[in-house]
């Protein structure tokens, strides 16, 4: 069964999700299947330009999480039904959108192995291509009701809101750390969040699991992004399949460096280093190493180890079964993949 050009053992693979049932497997697998298919059949346009820019990224892949833990939820639920599929595509859709976006902002040049459309095009088509993936996600949302509807609407501003409060910065007198978690929150944490609510509320699940569901995205959205903090400091580029210190490369304040910067004991020399964008590869390694080593890198565990707990007792409100299980199984893994 194809996931993404590959099999069901790919699926066991994305994002540490592990699914011993082989019933539940396929049917995430197939699931997603009829979710690939669909978003390719969404964002397909006559003009030329914009199917070109529109299926750019949804031809490169990606996990898809987001609509893997849409269809996981759904296990919940007491039906199946296309609703499930066009929820799984829609925040799926949202998420590329964001993506294009965050490349301008971020002036990337790579997305998922290929030229980034802000790079292959240009800064305007990569926006309008954006938007007009966030059309095609509303207009699905809207065969799927009124509270559906109102939900992503809510996520949008969650998510805009999100990028602007990274952009502005903390504003005087705020905890940096609060600030990037809550900025984290809004940015990964609200979709996923989503997800895990679009799941639920599709397949009819009572209400309780689905706040359950809803919660436990909330929370472990943050965990990957925090996860992901960790492991650009912590993992070498052979291991992560990433270039090391990307973030210091571009002058982003992470966890890890936001508890350097708070923590009295740390190495006058890696203070210095976080002032701003290290462009020179041997003050990279240099900054690294120094991380590495400080007491900023380990609260971040500290803080990742205690997101993963949380989410795990959002799901004590769900019924004992597989996809209970695989949910559990994404917690770990976050906690195990940065050590």
């Given at each position: 069964?194809?996931?993404?050009?590959?099999?069901?053992?790919?699926?066991?693979?994305?994002?540490?999700?592990?699914?011993?049932?082989?019933?539940?497997?396929?049917?995430?697998?197939?699931?997603?299947g009829?979710?690939?298919?669909?978003?390719?059949?969404?964002?397909?346009?006559?003009?030329?330009?914009?199917?070109?820019a529109a299926?750019?990224?949804?031809?490169?892949?990606g996990?898809?999480?987001?609509p893997?833990?849409?269809?996981?939820?759904?296990?919940?639920?007491?039906?199946?039904?296309?609703?499930?599929?066009?929820?799984?595509?829609?925040?799926?859709?949202?998420?590329?959108?964001?993506?294009?976006?965050d490349?301008?902002?971020?002036?990337?040049?790579?997305r998922?192995?290929?030229v980034?459309?802000?790079?292959?095009?240009?800064?305007?088509?990569?926006?309008?291509?954006?938007?007009?993936?966030?059309?095609?996600?509303?207009?699905?949302?809207?065969?799927?009701?009124?509270?559906?509807?109102?939900?992503?609407?809510?996520?949008f501003?969650?998510l805009?809101?999100?990028?602007?409060?990274?952009?502005?910065?903390p504003?005087?007198?705020?905890?940096?750390?609060?600030?990037?978690?809550?900025?984290?929150?809004?940015?990964?944490?609200?979709?996923?969040a989503?997800?895990?609510?679009?799941?639920?509320?599709?397949?009819?699940?009572?209400?309780?699991?689905i706040?359950?569901?809803?919660?436990?995205?909330?929370?472990?959205?943050?965990?990957?992004?925090?996860?992901?903090?960790?492991?650009?400091?912590a993992?070498?580029?052979?291991e992560?399949?990433?270039?090391?210190?990307t973030d210091?490369?571009?002058?982003?304040?992470?966890?890890p460096?936001?508890?350097?910067?708070?923590?009295p004991?740390?190495?006058?020399?890696?203070?210095?280093?976080?002032?701003?964008p290290?462009?020179?590869?041997?003050?990279?390694?240099?900054?690294?190493?120094?991380?590495?080593?400080?007491a900023?890198?380990?609260?971040?565990?500290?803080?990742?180890?205690?997101?993963?707990?949380?989410?795990?007792?959002?799901?004590?409100?769900?019924?004992?079964?597989?996809?209970?299980?695989?949910?559990?199984?994404?917690?770990?893994?976050?906690v195990?993949?940065?050590?």
């Open positions: 069964m194809s996931i993404q050009g590959g099999t069901i053992e790919d699926l066991r693979a994305t994002v540490g999700l592990s699914i011993a049932d082989e019933p539940l497997l396929r049917a995430i697998a197939g699931g997603l009829d979710v690939e298919a669909l978003l390719r059949e969404v964002v397909r346009s006559e003009v030329k330009a914009v199917n070109d299926t750019h990224l949804v031809e490169a892949g996990k898809r999480f987001r893997m833990f849409t269809l996981l939820a759904s296990q919940f639920g007491v039906k199946q039904d296309d609703h499930v599929i066009i929820a799984a595509a829609a925040v799926e859709l949202v998420h590329l959108a964001t993506l294009y976006h490349d301008v902002m971020d002036e990337a040049t790579m998922r192995g290929a980034s459309v802000n790079a292959r095009w240009d800064n305007t088509i990569a926006i309008l291509t954006g938007d007009f993936l966030f059309a095609h996600a509303s207009r699905l949302v809207a065969d799927l009701g009124t509270d559906a509807a109102r939900i992503i609407a809510e996520t501003g969650e805009v809101t999100g990028q602007m409060r990274e952009t502005v910065g504003v005087d007198g705020e905890d940096p750390v609060e600030h990037y978690l809550t900025v984290i929150a809004q940015k990964t944490g609200s979709l996923i989503t997800a895990g609510r679009f799941g639920g509320m599709m397949s009819g699940a009572p209400d309780g699991y706040d359950a569901l809803r919660r436990f995205g909330d929370i472990i959205g943050t965990a990957f992004q925090i996860s992901d903090d960790i492991i650009d400091i993992s070498p580029s052979d992560s399949g990433k270039v090391q210190g210091l490369r571009e002058g982003v304040s992470t966890l460096m936001l508890y350097a910067l708070a923590d004991s740390t190495d006058p020399r890696l203070l210095e280093l976080l002032q701003g290290i462009e020179d590869d041997d003050l990279v390694a240099e900054a690294l190493e120094l991380l590495r080593s400080s900023g890198l380990e609260q971040a565990r500290a803080t990742l180890s205690d997101y993963a707990r949380r989410a795990r007792a959002e799901l004590a409100a769900l019924p004992a079964s597989p996809a209970r299980d695989a949910c559990e199984s994404v917690a770990d893994y976050l195990a993949r940065t050590r």
